[in-house]
């Protein structure tokens, strides 16, 4: 049974540009929800998709946007990338949409030089 | 003022010690409690879950929610060196419809042979 996968890895970016990141929930999920990790922090709420629509949003601003696939599948995207983006994104997946149960990816490591 | 407090750490123990953490948070709204396992440079796996107040144990480990006191405590037993990770505690409120979970910053736990 496959776990919640995340990619890519690591990615490398240069300040004022976009990034797309992917995300497959684990089998039987339909909610996905994406977190951002800074050295040191806990995780802090992006936002969550359900039924492909954002069901909730965190305090971020609106250059971070997302989309939620058919297959449940999900893309967290960044634009104009500032140096304090630079941090661990976590993709948790879970399910119905209310569920406190979240499991969570490897993450995806970007830096913003 | 964060609404989850967690003491960063370091916590040193030998092997075999029980391994004692707390979070403390702000706003009764929250009625579940999550703990996490953090592996350097991983996600964070879910340890273990609890509703409202009272305690729950899974093989070494316990977990304790004192709603009275806003306090919630996770017990590693006989520990080993393969728990030296950083430990997150996690809450949701009940008012919330969808999945925020809001994190403490986490504690490092390191145990030395």
């Known amino acids: 049974d496959a776990g919640v996968t995340q990619s890519p890895t690591h990615l490398i970016k240069t300040r004022g540009q976009q990034v797309t990141l992917r995300c497959s929930p684990k089998s039987g999920h339909d909610t996905v929800s994406w977190y951002q990790q800074a050295l040191g922090q806990g995780p802090q709420f992006i936002f969550q998709y359900y039924e492909e629509e954002e069901r909730q949003r965190g305090n971020f601003p609106d250059r971070f946007s997302g989309h939620q696939f058919p297959n449940y599948s999900s893309e967290l995207n960044v634009n104009a990338l500032l140096l304090g983006d630079s941090a661990l994104y976590l993709c948790?997946?879970?399910?119905?949409?209310?569920?406190?149960?979240?499991?969570f990816g490897p993450g995806t490591r970007l830096t913003v030089t | 003022q964060k609404e989850v407090e967690q003491d960063p750490g370091p916590l040193s123990v030998p092997e075999g010690a029980i391994v004692s953490l707390n979070c403390t948070y702000s706003n009764s709204a929250f009625q579940y409690f999550m703990w996490y396992r953090q592996y350097s440079r991983k996600g964070p796996e879910l340890l273990m879950y609890?509703?409202?107040?009272g305690n729950k144990e899974d093989g070494r480990f316990t977990a304790q929610v004192d709603k009275s006191s806003k306090y919630i405590s996770l017990f590693i037993r006989d520990s080993q060196p393969s728990d030296s990770a950083t430990y997150l505690c996690a809450m949701k409120m009940t008012t919330d419809s969808w999945g925020k979970l809001q994190f403490g910053a986490g504690t490092q736990v390191v145990v030395t042979p």
């Open positions: 609890t509703y409202s107040s």
């Open positions: 948790a997946s879970s399910s119905g949409g209310g569920s406190y149960e979240q499991y």
